[in-house]
């Protein structure tokens, strides 16, 4: 049995905490804020709650394997429902699309009412993407990856020239279907001319698993897990900051925190690892991609827009509004997102934008990207791409300091629940692999 220690309460930390306490290590979890949930939690205000992170998820697969791996079946703990609409996208010509998840055929016909052909267009854009994540899923994002041995097919993928950009610009002439295709993408805060092509697969993987949710918030993952840890006996100590590794012969073999210093056997840094002073030297060619202004609403009166779950506003700034906030009867919990060139208050810019909410605020509670670092003291959006390049200078699972892995969004090619959840696992392979070696 190995001594573990997690740096980070949120998603990730807590996902790897569960897996390797579960495998019959002593883990021991560190996190700076008071509680733990990281970006996977609610803010509330006068009766209304927002969620400060994802409301919905991909591949709910990979939220089952974590339960079922550390415990009791996610069913027997939250619900876990699909969402018949993936969200609606609407664009500056007034047109828009309601995108479903689900077969091939639902997706033509809705892409079709942006003009007759189109829905053909997208669907063999986004069919084109099944290889590539067969390829990847197999060898990237469910196995350790060793860039020194990686098959040739999949280093070409990796490192391919063809950016997200260009590769959409050879796919449509339509314009409205490269915002819609970039959309994750710039979402995130990245330039599609710097995003490798491949990434384009989410609309792959929105379009044959569907997006999906928990009721009553996707926030609730985070309490469910905060009990996982308790049933597997993991020691958690918030309101504690690590402040840096202790190094033996160049191996981790233990953290200093605030409160003292922890050994371990094996390290996993789920935060971002320019706090690590020991890790940040690696790093310092990469740049977080920062979170996107967020502004949390509470509406009430009589005659409240009637949105689904989410819309897109495509164009400069892009706003995004979530509809699924928790709020008192007769109200409801808006949060809308911006992103791009946000020159007035964001409120104004949605109405401008055909949704006029502004007679309707009764709370609002704004969240600037910095306020938000600034409380993380990371970006939950993780590393920014900056073309081709940034996976070399990026953290992978396995960090270039013996007895150190990495976990979380600063770890994987992307923000959002999938993602930091396999590296989680990926996380608990290696340290695994690495106590069957010794």
């Given at each position: 049995m190995a001594r573990v220690v997690v740096i980070g309460g949120g998603f990730a930390g807590?996902?790897?905490?569960?897996?390797?306490?579960?495998?019959?290590?002593?883990?021991?979890?560190?996190?700076?804020?008071?509680?733990?949930?990281?970006?996977?939690?609610?803010?509330?205000?006068?009766g209304f709650a927002w969620e400060t992170g994802p409301t919905t998820t991909l591949l709910p697969a990979v939220i089952r394997d974590l339960f079922r791996k550390s415990g009791r079946p996610l069913e027997r703990e939250l619900d876990l429902v699909s969402e018949p609409l993936i969200r609606e996208h609407r664009f500056t010509d007034g047109s828009s699309v309601s995108l479903p998840g689900g077969s091939r055929g639902v997706q033509i016909d809705a892409v079709d009412a942006l003009g007759a052909g189109l829905g053909d267009q997208w669907a063999t854009y986004v069919a084109s993407f099944a290889d590539e994540w067969d390829l990847l899923r197999r060898t990237y994002f469910e196995r350790p990856w060793r860039p020194d041995v990686t098959d040739k097919a999949v280093h070409n993928l990796l490192f391919t020239r063809t950016s997200l950009a260009k590769r959409t610009k050879k796919a449509f002439k339509d314009d409205r279907l490269r915002a819609l295709a970039q959309h994750n993408a710039v979402f995130e805060g990245h330039d599609p001319r710097d995003v490798p092509g491949w990434v384009g697969m989410l609309s792959y993987l929105e379009q044959n698993f569907g997006t999906w949710t928990v009721p009553g918030g996707m926030s609730q993952l985070s309490g469910a897990l905060v009990s996982r840890l308790a049933t597997r006996k993991v020691e958690v100590q918030t309101g504690v900051a690590v402040r840096d590794l202790v190094l033996r012969e160049g191996r981790a073999v233990a953290?200093?925190?605030?409160?003292g210093e922890i050994d371990a056997d094996h390290v996993v840094c789920a935060i971002d690892p320019r706090a690590i002073p020991a890790l940040a030297e690696h790093v310092k060619r990469t740049l977080p991609a920062l979170p996107p202004v967020a502004c949390h609403l509470g509406l009430t009166g009589d005659d409240l827009p009637e949105l689904p779950h989410e819309v897109v506003l495509h164009g400069d700034p892009m706003l995004v509004v979530r509809t699924n906030g928790r709020a008192p009867d007769g109200a409801q919990a808006w949060t809308v997102l911006g992103r791009g060139l946000l020159a007035e208050d964001i409120v104004l810019a949605l109405a401008r934008r055909g949704i006029n909410v502004r007679p309707h605020v009764e709370v609002r509670v704004d969240r600037s990207p910095r306020a938000q670092v600034e409380h993380w003291q990371s970006s939950p959006m993780g590393v920014?791409?900056?073309?081709?390049?940034?996976?070399?200078?990026?953290?992978?699972?396995?960090?270039?300091?013996?007895?150190?892995?990495?976990?979380?969004?600063?770890?994987?090619?992307?923000?959002?629940?999938?993602?930091v959840g396999l590296s989680a696992a990926l996380v608990a392979q290696e340290i695994d692999e690495a106590e069957t070696e010794a």
């Open positions: 807590m996902a790897s905490a569960a897996r390797l306490a579960k495998r019959g290590h002593d883990v021991t979890l560190v996190e700076r804020l008071p509680e733990l949930g990281g970006a996977v939690q609610q803010i509330e205000s006068e953290v200093t925190t605030d409160a920014l791409w900056q073309g081709r390049g940034t996976l070399r200078n990026k953290i992978s699972t396995r960090t270039p300091v013996p007895g150190v892995y990495a976990a979380g969004a600063h770890a994987v090619p992307g923000a959002g629940l999938p993602w």
